[in-house]
C-alpha cells in the first residue's frame, strides 16, 4: 500500500478516538443513555412484554423486574428466535447464532448475533482497536500489509428453516464490510473450512506468499500456526518470512503463558489485548504502556457487576458503574443490542481504574479450585507460572489443573498437567518456586499449605509435546472458539487426559 494510503487510513482510525473522549470521562452517564436506547428498542419484544419494560423508567425497576439470567434461563427465547419467530429478544428476526461450546460445561451454546449487534458492537469495536493503536503507534505501518485473522474451524451451517449458526469469526467474516476484507487474509475459502487440520495445512501453504503486518486471534491456536510455519520455512523468526510483521490483536485467554513464546518468535513484536467474546466486543487495551483494558462504553452494550461473593446466591444483587470500586473483583453482567437482557456471561474482572472505566479479566466465575477453602485463582496461577519460568527457564505452553481429593489418613492436593516448550532447568526447582509463589499471593492458599495441613505440595505431570492439541481435538474442539480449560474444581478433565495419554515424568 502507497505511503500516502497508509497515513489516510491511519488518521482516519486515529480521528474516531476522539469520540471516546466523553465517555471515557462520564461513564456512569453514557451507560444511562445505552441503557434507556435499549429498553426502548426492547419494550415491543415477547421478552420486553413478559417483564414489562414499558413500565420500566428507573434502573430499580429494571433490576427489580428482570433477573439476572443465566443461559439455561435463556435458552428457550433463543431456541424460539432460532425456529424463526421474529421479535423474541430483539426487534425483528435473528438469523445469525455465534456457536460456542463455552468453557464452563459440554453443551453448545447459541449467541444470537443481530445487524444492530454485529455493526454497532463487533465491527465497530474492531475498527476502533485499530484506531487506538495507531493512536500509540503514529508511526505504524500497518496498513501496508494485511491482518491475519485466525478464527475457529466450524464452517456456517444452517439449522432450522431460518438460522445460520457458526463461530463468531465466522459469522463476522460472512458480513464483513467489502472495503474490511481488503486488508484482511485468509479469504472465505479457506478461513470457513470446518475440517481445523485441513484449514491449517492449506494456510501454511499460503502465508508464506502473503504480506503479513499483524495477527489476530487466540494466543493457543496461534502459536500452533506460527511454530509449524517457522519449522515449514525453515526461518527463525516471523519477521524472516513477513518483514514488515508488527503487532499480535490477542484474546479469548490469557496471555500470560504465552508472552515469551510470542516474543521469541517475533522479538520486537507489539501485543495488544482484546475482549471480544461472542456476546460483544466489551474492551481493548487502549493503552500499550499499561495492561488494563478499556470497557466499550458506547457500543450498544450496558453493564452491570456482581461482587464475587454473591455469584452463587440464588438471588446475585448486581451495581452500576457509579457504585463500583476500585480493585475489587465482579463477575460481568450484559444487556446487549442481540436481545441478551441482564445475562451473566461467566467472566469475572477486576476494576482497575474508574474514570475512564479499566478492567483486567480475572477468569471465569467457575475457573477456580476452591475444594478445600484455598479460593485458587487463575491470576494466582499465572503469577506463580511466570516466576517458576523465569527462575528456571522453563516455557510452559499449556497447562490444566485440578483438585487431588482429601481421603482418610491423607491431605488433599492439586494436581497440574503441562506441556513445556522449553523444559526448566530442575524440575523439583520449577515446582518449588510455583509452590511457594502461590503460598505468597494467596494468603487462603498459604493456610491450608501450612505444615500440609489440608494441602500436601503441588503434584506435577509433564505431558508429551502436543498432548493438549490431540486431547482437544478428540473431543472435536479444535479452533479459535474453543480454549484449553486451565483450572477446575473438579477431576474430570484431569482424569480425562491422564486416562488417554502418558506424562513423560511425574513429580
Not at 485466525?150 to 463476522?172: F, M, N, Q, T
Request: proline share 5%.
Amino acid at each position: 500500500m502507497p505511503l500516502i494510503l497508509n497515513t489516510i487510513v491511519s488518521r482516519f482510525l486515529r480521528h474516531r478516538t476522539q469520540a471516546f473522549r466523553p465517555w471515557m470521562l462520564h461513564p456512569d452517564l453514557h451507560q444511562r443513555h445505552v441503557w434507556k436506547y435499549l429498553i426502548d428498542k426492547g419494550k415491543h419484544t415477547l421478552f420486553g412484554k413478559k417483564f414489562r419494560f414499558s413500565s420500566i423508567r428507573t434502573l430499580e425497576q429494571f433490576r427489580n423486574q428482570v433477573p439476572i439470567q443465566a443461559y439455561e434461563d435463556f435458552f428457550p427465547w433463543i431456541q424460539r428466535a432460532k425456529n424463526g419467530e421474529n421479535n423474541v429478544l430483539w426487534p425483528g428476526a435473528v438469523k445469525w447464532f455465534a456457536k460456542s461450546s463455552g468453557t464452563t460445561n459440554d453443551r453448545s451454546k447459541y449467541i444470537p448475533i443481530t445487524n444492530d449487534n454485529m455493526q454497532d458492537c463487533h465491527f465497530a469495536g474492531g475498527r476502533d482497536m485499530f484506531g487506538w493503536y495507531f493512536e500509540n503507534v503514529p508511526d505504524s505501518r500497518l496498513p501496508s500489509g494485511k491482518c491475519l485473522t485466525i478464527g475457529g474451524s466450524h464452517e456456517l451451517v444452517k439449522e432450522g428453516p431460518h438460522a445460520r449458526c457458526g463461530d463468531l469469526s465466522a459469522i463476522l467474516l460472512e458480513n464483513l464490510p467489502f472495503l474490511y476484507t481488503l486488508g484482511n487474509t485468509p479469504g472465505k475459502s479457506v478461513a470457513l473450512m470446518g475440517n481445523y487440520e485441513q484449514k491449517l495445512e492449506k494456510m501454511l501453504e499460503l502465508l508464506p506468499q502473503l504480506s503479513i503486518s499483524s495477527v489476530a486471534g487466540v494466543p493457543t491456536w496461534t502459536l500452533i500456526l506460527m511454530q509449524k510455519l517457522l519449522e515449514r520455512t525453515g526461518s527463525k523468526f516471523l519477521t524472516d518470512i513477513w518483514p514488515q510483521f508488527e503487532a499480535f490483536f490477542h484474546g479469548g485467554v490469557s496471555f500470560t503463558p504465552y508472552r515469551n513464546l510470542f516474543q521469541e518468535m517475533a522479538p520486537n513484536l507489539r501485543f495488544f489485548e482484546i475482549y471480544n467474546a461472542s456476546e460483544g466486543y466489551i474492551a481493548f487495551q487502549n493503552d500499550l504502556s499499561e495492561s488494563s483494558l478499556l470497557m466499550l462504553l458506547n457500543h450498544g452494550m450496558f453493564f452491570e457487576f456482581v461482587p464475587v461473593s454473591e455469584i452463587e446466591s440464588e438471588c446475585p444483587q448486581a451495581m452500576g458503574i457509579e457504585d463500583l470500586e476500585k480493585g475489587k473483583v465482579y463477575a460481568l453482567v450484559l444487556s446487549t443490542n442481540s436481545g441478551l437482557w441482564r445475562y451473566m456471561i461467566g467472566d469475572t474482572l477486576r476494576i482497575e481504574s474508574l474514570q475512564p472505566l479499566k478492567i483486567k479479566i480475572m477468569g471465569r466465575t467457575r475457573h477456580f479450585i476452591n475444594a478445600f477453602g484455598e479460593e485458587l485463582m487463575i491470576e494466582n496461577v499465572e503469577v506463580a507460572l511466570a516466576e517458576a519460568m523465569q527462575q528456571t527457564g522453563a516455557l510452559v505452553s499449556d497447562y490444566t489443573g485440578a483438585p487431588v481429593y482429601l481421603q482418610i489418613g491423607q491431605a488433599g492436593g492439586h494436581e497440574w498437567l503441562m506441556e513445556f516448550k522449553r523444559n526448566p532447568d530442575s524440575l523439583e526447582t520449577f515446582v518449588d518456586v510455583f509452590d511457594r509463589v502461590l503460598m505468597r499471593v494467596n494468603t487462603d492458599y498459604e493456610a491450608k499449605r501450612s505444615a500440609n495441613l489440608a494441602l500436601v505440595r503441588p503434584k506435577l505431570h509433564v505431558l508429551p509435546s502436543g498432548t493438549f492439541y490431540e486431547w482437544m481435538k478428540l473431543r472435536g474442539k479444535l479452533g479459535g472458539q474453543n480454549k484449553v480449560p486451565r483450572l477446575s474444581n473438579d477431576r474430570f478433565y484431569v482424569e480425562d487426559i491422564l486416562k488417554q495419554f502418558h506424562p513423560l515424568e511425574t513429580y
